[in-house]
């Protein structure tokens, strides 16, 4: 199998994310630095490291849809927006406003809005108007710490430490509703993908779920369970959904790939590799390109490993 | 590698540090009182089930967890703590907030009078003396008009919510800091003058985080509890339904103004009293929504339309954060802010009485509440005295040793 090591982060890598043209990644890490790596000749070169925004910890990267804008959030309660000027990612806004550490950042499919979430038990939601970011909501629905954050379209998922998933959707009267789930996960929820109508959780009850988003509710279709001995960290599905990923904190990396449909058209996936000691310590992130099957991971180690399953 | 999740969360009789408390550990306690420079020292101590106790002081200092610091609060500062205390002074006092009366009136439906006459009558029964708050109100209003002209700072930002002030303290630093009004409130400056004729004084108040401000330090415990009305509801009623207690018309004063469109009662109209102070014979005052209703601009004009400055009303964190935004990249233009955590401001404060979300929504339910607080009320004249006293407090920048957090 191929894999390639990206080695560069002086601390715990916390997230990668992919540009969406897929050729360019970006991860943040304790060491308070986003890092760019672009794919040249199958080889992932450092293009650009990203410090200037952050006095702790990058815990979140994220690419917005048309790759104009690089949003980061980090322990120091600061958001940095970074837009590309045609060579580089440049900073131009910290949001200020999180009163706590900020875990995750999410740009809308439109790029129009840009949320945050944090320990401070709140999601925020930021609007732009001429380059210009401010604060457009601040969403306190959850009873703990933000985990996590993921767009469909322009509706808005989170988890959290109280175990539950809240949807955000832009209502008639201008403001945000927000729809909790329990959705029987027995500790946190560490983080969330979705693909058309799937929606994966993956939580630090060890087990990981997905769901079918319908009827605005949340459908339970599978539950991941016995694969990982610690929390899942992190899952992605691939592109096209044909796989879906997940990363422990038990420092392996399990892969799953759809194997049949059944007769309600909901997708069955079963389990297709393991990388054992992918990692020597947890795996934070793992994240599928968004062209091809590559599947980007990050860990406590330091390091930063893609993986290729179609070699 | 750091071990997984382990989750803390039954609070029992002892407050157990959430995973997320920052100072969980006694470690912490040792670098802080090497540090001279932290004077929030944490209060930890360790009983013999090896669990420590965190006090207000160290959940005011820390970013972290709300539910230890909520927890907290509701043990030490609750209807029956209050009950079991009025037992045990001579003289008991309570003052009552025009904010946290106006939701009783209109959930109990009694006009503000009748139901400032039924506490009055609640309160003496149990040997306690009511105050209306509209009283000191007055003397923080006097006391920010007198900041305000003596002041070279721009904007002069109001620090009556304490939900503004917490944040501010834990998330901004020095710089926004120093630009805080340091009158006191309406609350403290009723603790400070009352403390000498009463020897225990409680609040009602229409806001959960003026616990917090009355056990800052420097507010010196004057104010012993503070109780929310939402929390007084049931007993309020109750009592009225037991003790037979008739409603009675009395002559309460107000400093509520609402006689201009850009005026707004709901937080005790600071910026309207300011404006006020400023203004000559014929100027002229515009206003402007920014964004949102909460974010409203007004200009004062002189007599040939030359702008002669412009203020802000600004309420709810979204807006906060953008002025905060403005003030920090020296794009504010403000001279004096009101600044209110609530959105909606304090009549729709976190502690007032919650009604049924799909019956009443807030924004169709503070227009009446305004109401009832404006009516029959004789206004009070807010002359300024020059012999005046000043009360003044002091807020900075809260230093949060952070260890790893996940």
Known sequence: MNCQLLKDHKERVWQVAWHPNGQILASCSSDKTIKLWQLMN????????????????VRSVSFSKDGQFLASGGFDTVVGVWMYDGSKYKLIQQLEGHESEVKGVAWSADSNYLASCGRDKTVWIWDHEDLEFSCNCVLQAHDEDVKCIKWKDTTLYSGSYDNSVIRYTYGEDDEWDHKQFQIEHQSTIWSIDIFNKLLLTTSADCTAKVFSIQDGTLKPIQTLQGFHKEPIYSGSFSYDGLYFALGSADNKISVFKKDAIDELGYPHYALDQIFKDAFEFDVNCVAFNPKNYLLATCSDDENIKVFNLQL | MFSSTIKISSVSDYIVPSQECVKPLMRNVKLQLDDPSIQLKPNLIKNQNNVAKVSLQDCLACSGCVTTAETILIQTQSLEEFLQAIKKYQNPAIGISPQARASLSY????????????????????????????EYTKIAINNSIKEFKETNLTPLLCSECPGWVCYAEKTLDESIINHMSKVKSPQQIFGAIQKKNHDYLATIMPCYDKKLEAVRQENNEDINIVLSSREIEQFVKDYIQKANIIPQQVQLQTMAIQDQEYHNTSSNNYLDYIIKSVMMPNWTVKYNIRKNKDFIEITIYNENMESQGIYARVFGLKNIANLVSQIKTKTCKYKYVEIMACPLGCLNGGGQIQIQKNTEKAIDLIPKLKEIMISQKVQIDNQYQNEQEIYLTQFKHVKNENNFQW
């Open chain 1, 42 to 57: 199958d080889q992932y070169k450092l293009i650009q490291t990203l410090d200037e925004c952050h006095t702790k910890s």
């Open chain 2, 107 to 134: 959930v109990l439906n009694y006009t503000d009078s009748e139901m400032h006459s039924i506490l009055h009558q609640i309160f003496q029964e149990m040997n306690v003396k009511l105050y209306d708050l509209a």
